[in-house]
């Protein structure tokens, strides 16, 4: 599943419009729009939509070791 189609998800759990989301982010419409088509949502922009959706964002990777680094919006 790519970044754009978790977003679509978001979207209709949340009950929001895509360029609802765009503008709470502080984009237009059109560029978000374009953005979600290309699937290039950076990871600063997933923060952002997580922190004005009042929800978790979280990213992990986990090293051979069993190390996690995570990116999130609660840190």
Do not use: H, W
Not at 10 to 30: D, H, M, N, T, W
Not at 39 to 61: A, C, K, R, W
Not at 62 to 71: D, P, V
């Amino acid at each position: 599943m790519t970044t754009s189609e978790q977003i679509r998800i978001l979207c209709k759990a949340e009950r929001i419009s895509l360029s609802e989301l765009a503008r709470l982010i502080g984009q237009s419409p059109q560029n978000f729009l374009k953005k979600i088509k290309r699937n290039t949502i950076s990871t600063e922009e997933l923060v952002l939509i997580g922190d004005v959706l009042g929800i978790l964002f979280e990213q992990t990777y986990i090293t051979k070791n069993g190390e996690k680094i995570t990116i999130s919006n609660q840190d």
